[in-house]
């Protein structure tokens, strides 16, 4: 019940602040700063933040909704990360910024010194970074990095550069792991994508004809509408699995089973979502590339299907349960 309360508050938030228009808007470089104001005044940033903090104390399985509706609306902000981010930095008891915060877990030191987080996901729409390292984590500014986009169409991702990276004191500990956090995080907004392309997909095959009937009522087409409910609904349960905690943390194998099949259910529904609409679903007016992209671009952010099977694969080979299905059952039961 809670959980449908924040959806249908976030719903209304997200289709009057993140509606096709105001996406395109900002993947063409207006500010994502009036959205952002709403989403902080809404108070769903603080969801995660414990309750002493002045949050709401929630855990990843209350917000899973609010997760979906990211990904379903292709929000151009980074609402799940600065979720998570304002957890962290609450638990370590530093203050927290009123900008957005993306999220980083992999940091790159030169040999001049300068840091370097690489393709972060929404790097350019966000004024901070939690970055993390070896468990050991800080907040950077965006506006004094060196910010390079990744020249991919309508990409929010950055390549950021600090030169003077921040002192010793500036660096906190804490004990989440920002890949599979980041990997929970995504494979929610992956899921909530791929529920809005699937009903795109379904009202399309519906309303278009041919040969004087819809073309949903063509075998054809429907056996491939039925593969692709498959894929969004496994990717859905997954997705579950992956934020299925009572804190801010995912548990990490949690999290790889739910990246894992939700990036590999993102290019079959993909494909076959642009195969049932035809050349109308990769024009820039119709909207369907809005999502589309973003389950390419997603399902690569904090670790790609190849990166967390492997991980199954080895906790599995390291685990002493006597066989998969007791692993199963153990480990993600």
């Known amino acids: 019940m809670t959980d449908d309360l924040f959806s249908d508050a976030i719903e209304r938030l997200f289709a009057a602040h993140s509606t096709p228009q105001q996406v395109r808007a900002v993947e063409e470089g207006a500010s994502a700063a009036p959205l952002w104001r709403e989403i902080h005044e809404s108070g ?5 933040v414990p309750e002493a903090q002045g949050g709401a104390g929630l855990g990843l399985m209350d917000v899973f909704g609010v997760l979906l509706a990211c990904g379903g609306h292709a929000l151009p902000a980074p609402l799940g990360p600065a979720m998570l981010a304002r957890a962290v930095l609450a638990e370590a008891g530093r203050e927290i910024p009123q900008g957005p915060i993306a999220i980083a877990s992999e940091i790159v030191e030169g040999e001049d010194g300068a840091l370097e987080c690489p393709r972060t996901a929404y790097g350019l ?35 950021l550069r600090w030169a003077s990276p921040p ?19 995504f494979a929610a907004q992956l899921a909530g994508a791929m529920q809005r392309v699937f009903a795109m997909t379904v009202r399309y095959a519906n309303e278009r004809t041919q040969f004087g009937r819809s073309i949903g009522k063509f075998q054809a087409v429907q056996q491939q509408i039925s593969v692709m409910a498959e894929q969004v609904y496994a990717a859905r349960m997954a997705a579950e699995i992956g934020c299925a905690s009572t804190t801010h ?85």
Not at 281 to 301: A, P, V
């Open 44 to 48: 769903f940033a603080d969801a995660l």
């Open 249 to 333: 943390a995912p548990d990490p194998l949690r999290a790889a089973v739910a990246k894992a099949r939700a990036g590999e259910a993102a290019v079959p529904v993909a494909a076959i979502a642009h195969a049932v609409h035809g050349a109308i679903g990769i024009t820039e007016e119709y909207d369907l590339q809005l999502f589309t992209r973003r389950l390419h671009e997603w399902r690569n952010s904090f670790g790609s299907e190849t990166y967390w099977n492997r991980i199954i694969g080895e906790s599995l080979l390291r685990d002493a349960a006597p066989t998969s299905l007791a692993f199963i059952r153990e480990r993600l039961g």
């Open 125 to 159: 729409v966000s004024e901070w970074v939690l970055a993390s390292r070896e468990g050991a984590c800080a907040l950077l500014a965006t506006g004094e990095a060196t910010l390079t986009s990744t020249e991919v169409h309508g990409s929010l991702e950055g390549h």
């Open 167 to 185: 002192l010793d004191r500036a660096w906190f500990s804490s004990a989440v792991d920002f890949r599979a956090a980041g990997a929970a995080l």
